[in-house]
Every structure is written in structure tokens, then in C-alpha cells.
Nanobody, 120 residues
Framework: QVQLVESGGGLVQPGESLRLSCAAS????????MGWYRQAPGKQRELVAS???????NYVDSVKDRFTISRDNAKNTVYLQMNSLKPEDTAVYYC??????????????WGQGTQVIVSS
């Protein structure tokens, strides 16, 4: 009932930037938390950044001062601006959105994932 469409991944060189987007659609009444996770080959999925409905943000230490999460509530979209990318940022990035449906039931949905490769 809630679909998430991600975009913006790709191949970049170290030091370059990328901007990921994730748009939610469907029978959405309200959205609470939005976040970005990543999973590198052979590693567990980790939370990269999150943002609450009031705009409070949280980042994993390894991306602080380089990544910025933001959201456009009118568009039900969350963004991840990634600057000064490093090879260790290479991973599949997933967005996660939680909220309420129009039936007032809660939902927690995941995007399909977008590949980010940082390599020279």
C-alpha cells in the first residue's frame, strides 16, 4: 500500500558528491520517521541517517559532516546529500519510511535499493 521509489545512485570518484532521493506514494495518512540505510558486501545493513517529522536528524559517526539528510513533507520525499564520498561509502543504499495509512494502521516500508560505488 506504500511504494518507495529511490533514485540517484551511481559510480563516482572519491571526493565527489551524489544526491539520493526516495519518494513515497500510496495510501499515506502521515509520515513519521524517514531514514537511509546501507549495506556493503559481506556486511550488515546499517543506519546511515534518519530524520523525524519535526526535522531532528541523526547520523552514523562515519558520515557526520559529509552527509545531510532532509525531507520534503509536501512531496513525501526524503533526500540524502552525500559529499566528499569515500571508497568505504560503497554500498547499496535503502530508504526506510514509517508512518500511518489512511486506515490509521501503521506502516514501515523499504525502498528497492540504489547502488553507490565510489572508486577511482
Amino acid at each position: 500500500q506504500v511504494q518507495l521509489v529511490e533514485s540517484g545512485g551511481g559510480l563516482v570518484q572519491p571526493g565527489e558528491s551524489l544526491r539520493l532521493s526516495c519518494a513515497a506514494s500510496g495510501s499515506i495518512y502521515s509520515i513519521n520517521g524517514m531514514g537511509w540505510y546501507r549495506q556493503a558486501p559481506g556486511k550488515q545493513r546499517e543506519l546511515v541517517a534518519s530524520i523525524t517529522s519535526s526535522g531532528n536528524t541523526n547520523y552514523v559517526d562515519s558520515v557526520k559532516d559529509r552527509f545531510t539528510i532532509s525531507r520534503d513533507n509536501a512531496k513525501n520525499t526524503v533526500y540524502l546529500q552525500m559529499n566528499s564520498l569515500k571508497p568505504e561509502d560503497t554500498a547499496v543504499y535503502y530508504c526506510n519510511v514509517e508512518g500511518k495509512l489512511r486506515t490509521y494502521r501503521t506502516f514501515n516500508s523499504w525502498g528497492q535499493g540504489t547502488q553507490v560505488i565510489v572508486s577511482s
